[in-house]
DNA sequence: AATGAATGAGTCTTCATTCAT
DNA sequence: CATGAATGAAGACTCATTCAT
């Protein structure tokens, strides 16, 4: 009897030393300006080894763009059980999120810059993610006005959509296009932004 | 009276022709899906017309991109004599803005999808583009701290990047991945948002 | 009545005009990296005037290589009318030849370098010249003979051949190729070597 | 026994194929007459197959120049070892030079009818080896007026020349030009031509 | 299972030529 | 006559995918 290979073990690494150099590639260059081989050369295979694992150079990327989101959206996923703070969960989001993006400055590029119109059915499924992420973080700020944090008279899904922005747009740029060396302080800062705006004192704001 | 040709404007007309049929294709797909053939065609005009005009496919794109982003950074030039009140210019800018992605739908999708990694010189004109942008709502916000309207203890540049962020990431996300059919009595509300933050009033929050 | 214009010399002028453009330009570059556009420019008219004057870029070829040939040709065009000797005259050949060549450096390259293998026509036209130069050596020769000068038994038709290959190939690539600055004396060696041989005497010769 | 497959060829058979369909079409049509795709028609492989082998046209032209000049060198690598008699050698050229000429009729248009003008690399190396032709004949005449059959008071360059111009361009044209079946008898009186001159006897020239 | 040689569909770009003005 | 804007045929080259080994 000829000894037992162990195929599932072998053919996953294999398939992830693919996918890594993939994502490694995809992250660097537009879909079109990678080609298949390069990846293949990276992930130290042949060509053809490629499409024994990925049906198409497209279904290589999406899954590539998927595992990217992936690591992502672990960022936001909020437990509410016992939540005491919602202020407090948000300065943990806010640094995890910054962590993670100075983490992986580069593997984010692909989520931020690449927007692969043509695979709609990707497109939905970005949609999809951040339709989750906008409701998780409603659920956040409806517990914090329930604990009295946060005032009840406003629209909670635009404060969530505030909070997203905050996140990806303005911490995200600071790092990643302003390279500025964002620190724990400074989140402090825009939590304390977003908390209380830029007015004067609500009290005199009505005068 | 018989019309008048305006055959000044013909040149210019075809060159036209070219530019938005450009942008719409390329609003459509991504850089390397659109073909030189299927702008012509749309254009109206031979292949070889579209080179008498631009010198390469990446030149068109260029000129498309400019001239998307031209339009869009209108909204953000501010003009500083005499400003009554920070908060208002805001108001003005959200709703200036708000009408501008509802109008040029479409064209915007370019600016914000097509991220053309490939293409620094355009690159770098973007990010400088931005940077001007924020140069000048920090500019705005310090008049309104001089005004008295702003508190004077924030980060006056996080504070633009958040309206930028209010702006760009926010507005745009609900009308044009979301279909949210925004009016102004929504953009007061958030507005109100961004002045007033989320938190209970800042006199109650130190208790 | 309209004032005459002089029509045949305005045309033949600017008829000029292109064909010298188009002379320098096809000395410059192969037949398909000259542009008809960039012979009209030089020429200075339109390109649509080209046209006017010429059928199409080949013919337009053609007689820029007819120009130049003919030009060339000249130098062996031999008057045999009281022709006093054949040596005097081969010296004055070969001086001729090497004048037009450094005189005409540039133009002679076309002669030279363009083989338009797909021109029929104008092949045949050449080999047509290139016979007739024979003949007129061979013509030549044999006066030589007849005046005693040349010797009897040799081969009219080989001796012509080695004299046109003294000229073009050998004066030819000493000028043009190998940039040697080549003087009447040099002739005198080259017509000697062409005349004695370079044999030892011919009286041991036998021997 | 079975005929054994040289599969190590049949790598360098394909290249061949290629390099063989090149030469064939170049040596029918200019360098931008010819297209890759009836190369590769010929080659009997396909378009892209080509450019496996090549990485352009431009090189794809230049191995068939070279593979073709590689062929004609040949003939003129003289061994001086021992070299007993310079008329004998150069009997031995002419033959060796007109066999070659006949039985690579068609090879050898490429050589004298293409002149690459932009391919400065592949004409540099063109003038190389003619340079070194040159040499290696020079050295046979200093051999021959050291063995006393040449006279000594000759410019050995010149000499050297037009031996060169005997074969390229007489017995060339009078073979490729005029169809003249050229047989070893003409060689001789070509030879005795290029030995004696056409001159009457040097002893009496000067008189 | 793994490979990489072979393929040809698809694209940008050039440029001779035409023709309306 | 003179022009040059418009054209589209033609060709070099790339690269995802296949398949024989």
Redesign the interface.
Known sequence: MAPVKNNKNQNSSKRDQILHAAVDKFLE?????VTVTEIAELAGVGKGTVYEYFSSKEELFKESFSYCAGIYLQTFKINFAELASA?ITMEDILVTHLNLIKENRNKLHLL???????LKELQAWI?EQ?RELLNELTGL?SE?IRL????SD??VD??A??F???N???IG??VL?DNIAVEEA?LK??L????????????W?GH
Chains 1, 2, 3, 4 share one sequence.
């Open positions: 260059k537009d879909f079109y300006q202020r931020f810059n690449e927007r692969p119109q043509n949609l951040r700020i914090g009295g944090e946060v005032r406003l629209n635009m404060a959509r505030l997203l922005a905050l990806q747009q303005v740029e600071m296009l400074q800062e825009l304390d932004l977003y908390w209380n705006g830029i007015g004067k004192s609500a009290l704001q």
